[in-house]
C-alpha cells in the first residue's frame, strides 16, 4: 500500500506564492506518476499538474507560467511550487499517486488566496 502525506497550504495574499509537498511512503514502484489536482467548493476535481518518474510533466493551461511541479525521486516527494497566485486559485489541493492500476489520493490540504 502507498500512503501520501500533504503538506504546505494555507492563507496567502494574491500575487503571494507557496509551495506544497506530497510525500509517498510504502510499497512506491519505480515506474509512477505524482502530481497535484484541486477541487474549489461546488466545482469538479481538476488536474493541476503532474510529473512522472522519468520526469516528465504535464500541467493546466490556467497554472502554466505560475505553477512548478518537480520531484525528489530519493525522497519520494512531489512538490508544487506556485506563484502568483490568484484568488481563483483557491481551492482544495490533493496529491495522487498513480502505478499500474493502483491509485491513490491523499487527505487534502486548502489552499486560500485571499487579501
Known amino acids: 500500500q502507498v500512503q501520501l502525506v500533504e503538506s504546505g497550504g494555507g492563507l496567502v495574499q494574491p500575487g503571494g506564492s507557496l509551495r506544497l509537498s506530497c510525500a509517498a511512503s510504502?510499497?512506491?514502484?519505480?515506474?509512477?506518476?505524482m502530481g497535484w489536482y484541486r477541487q474549489a467548493p461546488g466545482e469538479q476535481r481538476e488536474l493541476v499538474a503532474t510529473?512522472?518518474?522519468?520526469?516528465?510533466?504535464n500541467s493546466a493551461d490556467s497554472v502554466q507560467g505560475r505553477f512548478t511541479i518537480s520531484r525528489d525521486s530519493a525522497k519520494n516527494t512531489v512538490y508544487l511550487q506556485m506563484r502568483s497566485l490568484k484568488p481563483e486559485d483557491t481551492a482544495v489541493y490533493y496529491c495522487?499517486?498513480?502505478?499500474?492500476?493502483?491509485?491513490?489520493w491523499g487527505q487534502g490540504t486548502l489552499v486560500t488566496v485571499s487579501s
Open positions: 495522487n499517486y498513480v502505478s499500474g492500476l493502483l491509485e491513490v
Open positions: 510504502g510499497r512506491i514502484f519505480s515506474f509512477n506518476r
Open positions: 510529473i512522472t518518474s522519468g520526469g516528465n510533466t
